[in-house]
């Protein structure tokens, strides 16, 4: 969650509606975490991150929300809104800058009446996006060209979703840590936008 370095990505849609999405980075091997956090450095993803959600709603679960370094919770220009089932959490430190809700369809209308609600994002954890695929209509996906495990899986799409489009369209972009990643997008149904 540093200050990371303009990223050097055109972005290649636009939407046109408004949105629920999910955004996560994965290995080829669908891995998205590993004792609570991620097991690489891409500081490029996270520049994409920030470039996709600030200005727009970012749902997430307490253990993601957790493992953000304190000195970036909440994070900047964005309403931060976190499901737990965990009774009196918002009470606490831990809790400050977030709004706490205890279901992820409470999360979901909250989100959408927060500035920028035209996009919501979910941004995890596992349980989160298994729970979230139903509600949301667009996925973007860094997908990491490496096998390393990890003990949190990527969901799976399912047949209802369709590949929109990638940058870079084949092959991959190179980070400045030699790390080879693309970023992907898939749309739910009839989502519409344009991609460039």
């Known amino acids: 969650m540093s200050d990371t ?3 050097n990505i055109p972005t290649f849609y636009r939407f046109s509606q408004p949105i629920v999405g999910m955004i996560w980075a994965q290995t080829n091997g669908g891995v998205i975490g ?11 993803d996270m520049a994409h991150f920030k470039r996709v959600t600030t200005g727009h709603p970012v749902v997430m679960g307490r253990r993601t929300w957790e493992s953000f370094p304190e000195k970036y919770r909440p994070l ?16 606490t430190p831990e809790a400050s800058g977030a709004v706490v809700l205890d279901s ?3 999360a979901l209308v909250e989100a959408q009446f927060s500035p920028g609600g035209d996009e919501v994002w979910v941004i995890g954890g ?14 973007v996906i860094t997908v990491i060209n490496s096998d390393v495990s990890g003990d949190t899986q990527a969901p799976g799409l399912g047949h209802e979703w369709s590949f929109r489009g990638a940058s870079p369209l084949e092959g991959w972009h190179t980070s400045k840590n030699g790390t080879e990643y693309r970023i992907t997008l898939w749309a739910k149904g009839d989502t519409e936008f344009q991609a460039e």
């Open 5 to 7: 370095p303009a990223l």
């Open 34 to 44: 590993a004792d609570g956090g991620m097991p690489w450095h891409l500081p490029e």
């Open 76 to 91: 900047p220009d964005r309403t931060n809104i976190v499901v737990t089932r965990q009774e009196g959490w918002s009470a």
């Open 104 to 106: 992820l369809e409470e």
């Open 126 to 139: 596992g349980q989160v996006y298994a729970q979230a695929q139903e509600h949301c209509n667009v996925a």
